[in-house]
């Protein structure tokens, strides 16, 4: 807003500038980032936190971020939260904290609602008698009195004994209603109120600091800056030496409600509606709403162990961060987000192409390259540098652009010489010669003529996406069906790439000339081609690759492979990669990267060329859809010295958490035991790598790569102490590991005594056992002998049973009917044959699933075999259809048993399965009258068909009208 920036610039003695209009005074201020430039992030409810207001923020000494909200406290390891609200373990009387406070023996005080306070100490919450009214601020000084500012009732002073003794307006305070409190190095209490500032001296007389622009203002914040005292109020921020010393004005009209002093020289500021400021070396850079901060009333402000900035806000919480990746995007001044070529050029600059133009990067600013006398929409799809330093881009639409000194000087498009405008991959010669590749083929310019190359010159696909030389004057041309080669002799080879898990796609190349291969980036993972022998090999999904597509591979000074992708950022380690394409190895290890890392999208963009290069300085730069980002590998050691501290979470034996101690003791035949941690690090969270030691079982450490779980089972009576380490990737492990003893019991027999009695007992037992020796053997082999038989019985039956209905199977029956039916025939006897069919059972499958559909066949099973007789053989026929197989039983003896089984099931209560499931049978009845056994179970089939037929719910005798129908 003007008017807010003119009274700031009035008020303050250094030139003050809001980030909007002048960050760049900022950078020009010292070598630190301008606050556009950190890694930003937001928590909010979404992401486990109870509520949006975050009140206060610590950080304990064991390395948990806590949050204080309406909602209760919240316990942050980088991963997820544990929320604690009113109950027996915290002791709070109201879910609602307003305030933290880390005393200097490392206990923190939770405060808030209903003037609840408690002391977390150790994993150990102790409540204190809470005083009926909210509690604003908490302070422990030197002389270990705890002051407790209220919201109306004054200032508490709780003794070392517990004695309370209460400051309020009566006694000279200028308002009950007290703000912010702080213990200067001289041990005096100052006291912020809603209505101007006092202090407490060494007497804790109650004084006023003679500055009239402290007095009759609230007072939020308070802080020390070496030997001055910084005052947020409701009308700016100031800083006075001495109380008796004029008042400095740091910050004019601006409602301050939190400060927090990072160095001598950086000061961040809360506001209570104007975002997060930032002073350094008397420069302001202000962040808001418009810049990603999700609330403008900042409350609390941390910076934790590694440097991270948590701001509190009534939108969540918001963090600025180192990170890995820098990603710059259209508020730091690139012309498009959507990026898809980027150039490292000879002049120290970097060039990088997007939907909406072309911008040069030189010295930390953006500078747009005007393309409008060659391109209309001036959509640039590759980069490319000439021998002469000039720079080739080359767009969606308007063909291929040339640049000298950010001027248009040559302009090749389809109706002169290109094949085609979308030109997505470019390749100046030294000699001055040109390839270019585009959407409907290559084109080879030479001094005006051009030659191309499509299907008809042999070229896989005319869809080139890139284009290399490689230092034996070979060119690569990557299409969207494969690649092809230009011999120096004219010769066009084209590459088999199917047996590589069918590649089709070839996004691009790098030379690796020490190693004498070129690395082709495919659909289907990296291909390593040997420039010598011609061979290829493969490191894809098989040999670790997380994903296909690959499209853009970097090499950086550090002996790393850096590939894009649609999910992300890859880095490779060089040699593990040779190692497996010689065969040294079987796997590779990947690091993916991603939006958690400092990019602003983990889409990679790819098809063009380049889609990453690497910089003079050692960075690499991507394309992505949502601006152009870079990474200087350098720094990543830098992370990798940060040895982010350990504890247990959770220790689970069978299911059952325990809470957690010092020791343990676990009852015997304690089957599972899972050990929750966590590495309390926060830069790279998801990418903290850990190791465990069970002293006791394991004979050297274990490995878990980013697995926060160890478990074990079964293990064997004894003493056991666990340990657990962590390490950012390529960091050293910490040295403070996490420590978790316990002790599993022995069951009776496993106790040493009992053993001791056991092996006299077993003594004497030999003694007598050898004169029954040889009845023992008689005995063991008649038993092995039943075994044996009871097993072999026991699988007969198991080959010859339906595994769901439990009835026999098809075998069963088969041979059952071929006995049934030579013994009919024998004896002339009747034998009857029916086929059941439950009816429409396809649609139980498929509205209800085959699980409904499962125990329907189950429960009419069960109503077949209750309701058939002790002489009838029913089996399951297949799938919905059932047999029964009735021996010496007249034709109309069979159909009432038929129709009765048809009835119970008609009548079936399935209720408990499906609401309103009705299940009925059609049945296929026939005798063996005149009938030899193939034309036996024909007949059955054909009434059973009949039944289908006529409407289902039927029973039809073979040969007999439908007495139904």
């Not at 100490?121 to 422990?140: S, Y």
């Not at 120290?348 to 747009?368: E, T």
């Not at 125990?855 to 009838?872: C, F, G, P, T």
């Amino acid at each position: 807003m003007p008017w807010f920036r003119l009274i700031l610039c009035c008020c303050l003695y250094t030139p003050l500038a809001l980030l909007a209009q002048d960050s760049h005074l900022a950078e020009a201020a010292a070598p630190i980032p301008a606050l556009e430039n950190y890694f930003k992030e937001s928590l909010n409810t979404r992401d486990g936190l109870p509520h949006n207001t975050i009140n206060a923020i610590a950080q304990t000494p064991d390395g948990y971020l806590w949050f204080g909200t309406w909602e209760g406290v919240a316990r942050y390891n980088g991963r997820e939260f544990q929320v604690y609200d009113r109950s027996p373990l915290t002791g709070l009387p109201d879910v609602g904290v307003r305030t933290f406070h880390l005393d200097r023996h490392q206990a923190l005080w939770v405060a808030g609602s209903r003037g609840g306070l408690v002391k977390i100490k150790d994993g150990i919450w102790q409540a204190h008698p809470p005083l009926g009214v909210l509690i604003n601020r908490v302070l422990l000084d030197s002389q270990d009195r705890l002051w407790l500012a209220t919201e109306g009732k004054g200032l508490y002073r709780q003794n070392p004994d517990g004695s309370r003794i209460v400051l309020q307006q009566t006694d000279g305070l200028p308002s009950d209603q007290v703000h912010s409190l702080l213990e200067d190095q001289a041990g005096r209490i100052w006291i912020g109120t809603s209505d101007g500032l006092v202090f407490l001296d060494q007497q804790l007389q109650l004084q006023q600091p003679t500055a009239v622009e402290l007095h009759r203002t609230p007072v939020f914040a308070l802080t020390e800056r070496e030997n001055e005292l910084l005052v947020g109020t409701e009308r700016g921020l100031f800083s006075i030496a001495t109380p008796t010393s004029a008042v400095e004005t740091l910050l004019a009209n601006v409602p301050v409600s939190a400060l927090l002093q990072e160095s001598r020289d950086l000061l961040w500021i809360g506001t209570v509606d104007r975002g997060l400021l930032r002073q350094y070396h008397g420069v302001t850079e202000q962040l808001d709403i418009r810049r990603g901060l999700p609330n403008n009333r900042i409350l609390a402000l941390l910076q934790d162990n590694e440097k991270s900035l948590w701001v509190g806000t009534n939108g969540g919480v918001f963090r600025l961060r180192d990170a890995p990746f820098t990603t710059y995007t259209t508020e730091q001044g690139l012309a498009g987000n959507f990026v898809r070529a980027v150039l490292s050029h000879s002049d120290g600059c970097i060039y990088v192409g997007s939907g909406r133009g072309l911008d040069q990067f030189c010295n930390g600013q953006f500078k747009r390259l005007d393309m409008s006398a060659a391109s209309v929409g001036q959509s640039v799809l590759s980069l490319a540098e000439g021998p002469d330093g000039s720079l080739w881009a080359g767009t969606y639409a308007d063909g291929l652009i040339q640049l000298k000194q950010g001027q248009v000087v040559q302009h090749y498009h389809a109706g002169n010489l290109l094949p085609a405008n979308e030109v997505r991959a470019i390749l100046p010669l030294a000699d001055g010669k040109i390839w270019v590749g585009t959407a409907l083929g290559a084109a080879y310019i030479d001094n005006g003529t051009v030659q191309y190359f499509s299907r008809e010159q042999g070229l896989p696909s005319p869809f080139i996406m890139a284009l290399y030389q490689s230092a034996d004057q070979r060119i690569f041309i990557g299409s969207g069906a494969g690649v092809a080669v230009l011999k120096p002799d004219g010769s066009l080879q084209r590459l088999n790439l199917q047996p590589f898990d069918d590649a089709d796609y070839a996004f691009g190349f790098a030379e690796d000339a020490e190693a004498g291969l070129l690395w082709m980036t495919t659909d289907r993972g990296l291909l390593a081609y040997d420039l010598a022998s011609e061979q290829i090999r493969m490191i894809g999904r098989a040999q670790g690759m997380p994903f296909d597509k690959l499209f853009q591979l970097v090499l950086d000074q550090q002996g790393h492979f850096w590939i894009s992708s649609n999910r992300g950022v890859l880095r490779l380690e060089r040699q593990v990669a040779l190692d497996l394409i010689a065969g040294r190895r079987g796997w590779v290890d990947i690091e993916l990267y991603g939006e958690s890392d400092g990019m602003s999208s983990a889409q990679a963009n790819g098809g063009s060329m380049k889609a990453a290069t690497l910089h003079h300085d050692g960075s690499v730069w991507v394309a992505t859809s949502m601006g152009v980002s870079n990474v200087k590998p350098k720094r990543l050691e830098r992370f990798s010295r940060i040895n982010p501290p350990v504890v247990v979470e959770k220790f689970v034996a069978d299911d059952h958490e325990l809470t957690l101690g010092d020791e343990y003791v676990l009852a015997a035949g304690t089957n599972r035991i899972e050990i929750h941690y966590a590495g309390l690090g926060y830069v790279m969270s998801q990418r903290i790598q850990y190791r465990t030691l069970l002293e006791g079982f394991d004979l050297q450490w274990v490995n878990r790569g980013s697995s926060i779980l160890a478990e074990y089972t079964n293990l064997p009576p004894g003493d056991y102490r666990f340990r657990v380490a962590a390490a950012y990737p390529g960091g050293d492990w910490s040295k403070n590991e996490a420590v978790l003893t316990f002790t599993v019991l022995p069951h009776l027999w496993q106790r040493g005594w009992f053993q001791l009695l056991l092996l006299a007992i077993l003594a004497g037992s030999l003694i007598l056992g050898i004169r029954w020796r040889l009845g023992s053997l008689q005995r063991s082999e008649l038993r092995l002998r039943k075994l044996v038989a009871e097993q072999t019985a026991e699988l007969q039956l198991l080959a010859r049973q339906d595994a769901l209905t439990g009835l026999a199977n098809r075998r069963a029956f088969d041979e059952a009917l071929q006995h049934e039916y030579q013994r009919a025939q024998r004896y002339h006897t009747t034998l009857c044959l029916a086929l059941l069919d439950v009816d429409h059972f396809k649609r139980v499958n498929d509205q209800l699933s085959h699980a409904v559909g499962d125990e329907v066949l189950k429960r009419v099973a069960a109503v077949l075999k209750q309701q058939s007789r002790s002489i009838d053989l029913l089996a399951r026929w297949g799938g919905e259809e059932f047999a029964i197989l009735l021996p010496d039983t007249s034709l109309e003896d069979a159909t009432e048993v038929c129709e009765r089984l048809r009835h119970k099931v008609e009548r079936l209560d399935l209720n408990d399965i499906a609401p309103d499931l009705r299940i009925t049978i059609s049945i296929g009845l026939t005798t063996n009258y005149k009938l030899d056994l193939s034309q036996l179970l024909l007949h059955a089939d054909q009434a059973l068909y009949q039944a289908k037929r006529d409407g289902r719910n039927l029973l039809v005798i073979a040969g007999q009208p439908n007495k139904n129908g």
